[in-house]
């Protein structure tokens, strides 16, 4: 794995979007996995930017979103869909038609969760995967306890998610209690995953899934097993890492070799 390190959530949001950038340079028909949360943000107008200065188009990219609260429509201010168009969708020239999030309002959700699976085999698999890190360590709505091997489901959300995501909404008690979300087992499929985390809220969690044991009750610490995962992180968030020295010493050779070492 790599851990890139920066001082501030807009330096780690232009260093993964370079990123981005640069693996769909390679291989136009790209197949993204998106994230939702606070998390992209930056990286979604670091993306906007570089697609209106002509850096990079996603004419050909193909999407697919880690979840969605289920019983919301996609027109739902809070929906992930309406989320996606918003600040990220509206603003580039991607075909909506080749954006993918699942589907909230889905009366046979199991059937729905096989069919999004197929979608995402057909077509090849996803290339890379962006995430974001829950507060808990979790990662898409894969909450503390889910299998390591999951697929994509309907999960019933932690107290601990309710409570953090309740800031989107005017009452803790409109927070869908339920979500559509990929599995852990789906998300290390991706060829290639980033998972970028600031602030220190999150440093805990980022110690628990880099550093700790491999654990269902740390989503995140599955990424362990991944081959090519890449963090981005400000310092408030890797502030509890205890190998930060060889971090940085691996980033720097990385600049010296010409290659990503991971």
Request: neutral net charge; aromatic residues 10%.
């Amino acid at each position: 794995m790599r851990v890139i390190i920066r001082k501030t959530y807009e330096e780690i949001s232009v260093e993964a979007a370079k990123l981005v950038t640069s693996r769909i340079e390679k291989k136009p028909e790209f197949v993204l996995g998106l994230a939702t949360g606070s998390s992209p943000l930056g990286l979604y107008r670091e993306l906007i930017n570089l697609n209106k200065k002509g850096v990079v188009s996603f004419k050909k990219v193909k999407t697919f979103n880690l979840d969605e609260y289920y019983g919301l429509k996609g027109d739902h201010p809070q929906s992930y869909r309406y989320f996606m168009n918003t600040n990220l969708f509206d603003h580039i020239d991607i075909d909506k038609a080749n954006t993918m999030v699942p589907d909230g309002t889905a009366q046979d959700w199991e059937e729905f969760c096989r069919h999004y699976e197929q979608k995402i085999k057909e077509a090849g698999g996803i290339d890379l995967q962006v995430l974001g890190i829950g507060s808990d360590g979790h990662i898409a709505f894969n909450e503390p306890g889910s299998s390591l091997a999951s697929r994509t489901r309907l999960v019933a959300l932690d107290a601990q998610t309710i409570e953090d995501n309740s800031r989107f909404f005017e009452d803790k008690n409109q927070v869908p209690r339920f979500a559509l979300s990929m599995g852990v087992g789906t998300i290390l499929e991706a060829k290639e995953i980033i998972l970028i985390a600031n602030g220190k809220n999150k440093a805990k969690a980022i110690a628990q899934a880099i550093e700790g044991p491999l654990t269902s009750m740390i989503s995140a610490s599955a990424l362990q097993m991944h081959p090519k995962v890449s963090y981005f992180l400000d310092e408030e968030a890797a502030s509890e890492l205890k190998r930060i020295n060889y971090y940085k010493f691996v980033e720097e050779a990385e600049k010296k070799l010409g290659k990503e070492i991971f």
